[in-house]
Antibody
Framework: QVQLQESGPGLVKPSQTLSLTCTVS??????????WSWIRQPAGKGLEWIGR???????NYNPSLKSRVTISVDTSKNQFSLKLSSVTAADTAVYYC????????????WGQGTLVTVSS | QSVLTQPPSVSAAPGQKVTISCSGS????????VSWYQQLPGTAPKLLIY???KRPSGIPDRFSGSKSGTSATLGITGLQTGDEADYYC?????????FGGGTKLTVL
């Protein structure tokens, strides 16, 4: 079955750009009708949807983050990526990648998550 | 502040039944499918219910979902200590995916 795995630096300095990659295994990122999404969760808090990319390459972003977010896909590597610019301590969170169904908009499966800390 | 409202916590004894509510509006629950997720301590969320009331393969029928108007409910019967977790509802809202604030289930 499809599995997702996040990777990237665990520590980012304030004002710099956070970059994460999600590697999809067990299936092609180009097959089926799915969005590929990023979601984050600050420690002790709830889930916040960051944005998504469709298999066609079209994107949707959370309006509260839109000015700082870029999501891209590399079908040759079966990966999609997140870039979040001008980070502050408020961006410290566990970042998850997930597959989103394009009909019911539910998320399954999820990656295990990766903690990104913004600190100097 | 989440656009979907969940109670912060619920509790019940082993073997009992509990329900968790998720309240929204016409821009989200009222016109879109609802999903539910279980997050055990230290792990990623896991899909429990999708399309309001469907269970993915492997999810026991102790878990059920329903929707009426602008509210949705997750039901769990035959509570087990292993059900202690945070539960989140989710749906589409106008231009973004939205989650409830989460409900912590304690099995006493």
């Amino acid at each position: 079955q499809v599995q997702l795995q996040e990777s990237g630096p665990g520590l980012v300095k304030p004002s710099q750009t956070l970059s994460l990659t999600c590697t999809v295994s067990g299936g092609s990122i180009s097959s089926g009708s799915y969005y590929w999404s990023w979601i984050r969760q600050p420690a002790g808090k709830g889930l916040e949807w960051i944005g998504r990319i469709y298999t066609s390459g079209s994107t949707n972003y959370n309006p509260s983050l839109k000015s700082r977010v870029t999501i891209s896909v590399d079908t040759s590597k079966n990966q999609f990526s997140l870039k979040l610019s001008s980070v502050t301590a408020a961006d410290t969170a566990v970042y998850y990648c997930a597959r989103e169904d394009d009909y019911g908009y539910h998320f399954d499966p999820w990656g295990q998550g990766t903690l990104v800390t913004v600190s100097s | 502040q989440s656009v979907l409202t969940q109670p912060p916590s619920v509790s019940a004894a082993p073997g009992q039944k509990v329900t968790i509510s998720c309240s929204g509006s016409s821009s989200n629950i009222g016109n879109n499918y609802v999903s539910w997720y279980q997050q055990l301590p230290g792990t990623a969320p896991k899909l429990l219910i999708y399309d309001n009331n469907k269970r993915p393969s492997g999810i026991p029928d102790r878990f059920s979902g329903s929707k009426s108007g602008t509210s949705a409910t997750l039901g769990i019967t035959g509570l087990q200590t292993g059900d202690e977790a945070d539960y989140y509802c989710g749906t589409w809202d106008s231009s973004l995916s939205a989650f409830g604030g989460g409900t912590k289930l304690t099995v006493l």
